[in-house]
């Protein structure tokens, strides 16, 4: 099974950067996605890391330790359109079977 | 591209009943996963069909089921639903590869939020 740790909820303020982190065991990683998810809307793709180091795209950057089972999402020059939850999720193989598994998310306020 | 679309976008129903969930991918994609979304469980990942095939599942009793049509077009039913079934119910879509859900974003549909009362 998978077991995935991110904090329930983080305050920042515009302007500022935010990291946000995500912890997970696994025994078949095959790669940790982030989303975006704003209150009573689908998520949507932010990030996708397979191999360790650090994704960059525009304000939000990725990182990945695979050997600490560890990533994080780092935003920069946070704007209140920010204010949302972000999911990581981590695909793996198991039993003959792939599956993406998702946390339970960060609800992260961003205030003025 | 038009993207993922699910039908219908609310439903409430009471338990005992049944209930049926369409999800219509983007054009091209082969691969539909669906995920069962709560306040207090997040996302949780039901089962995947790529080809008409259920490649993939979750741990959901056997009262959840899918179907893939030749259009890639996908149904999730429910049957004998419960209270604890009140939820999110989200489709995604991926172009799908042999290799199975590797090295592929899913693009997730608008939901459709099921109450059972």
């Known amino acids: 099974g998978q077991n995935i740790d991110q904090p329930t909820e983080m305050t920042a303020t515009e302007g500022a950067i935010v990291q946000i982190n995500c912890t997970y065991q696994t025994s078949g990683f095959n790669g940790l996605f982030w989303y975006q998810q704003h209150a009573g809307e689908a998520p949507t793709f932010l990030s996708y890391n397979v191999l360790d180091g650090l994704e960059e795209k525009g304000r939000f950057s990725s990182f990945l330790s695979r050997s600490k089972g560890y990533s994080y999402l780092l935003l920069k020059e946070l704007q209140m359109k920010d204010s949302a939850s972000y999911l990581c999720?981590?695909?793996?193989?198991?039993?003959?079977?792939?599956?993406?598994?998702f946390g339970t998310g960060t609800k992260l306020q961003v205030i003025p | 591209k038009a993207g993922v679309t699910q039908t219908p976008r609310y439903l409430i129903k009471t338990r005992g009943q049944q209930v049926t969930l369409s999800c219509s991918p983007i054009s091209g994609h082969r691969s539909v996963s669906w995920y069962q979304q709560t306040p207090g469980q997040g996302l949780q990942f039901l089962f995947e069909y790529f080809s008409e095939t259920q490649r993939n599942k979750g741990n959901f009793p056997g009262r959840f089921s899918g179907r893939q049509f030749s259009n890639s077009r996908s149904e999730m039913n429910v049957s004998t639903l419960e209270l604890g079934d009140s939820a999110l119910y989200l489709c995604?879509?991926?172009?799908?590869?042999?290799?199975?859900?590797?090295?592929?974003?899913?693009?997730f549909g608008p939901g459709t939020r099921l109450l059972v009362l």
């Open positions: 995604a879509s991926s172009p799908g590869t042999s290799g199975g859900i590797t090295q592929e974003t899913q693009y």
């Open positions: 999720a981590v695909r793996d193989e198991s039993g003959g079977y792939q599956k993406v598994t």
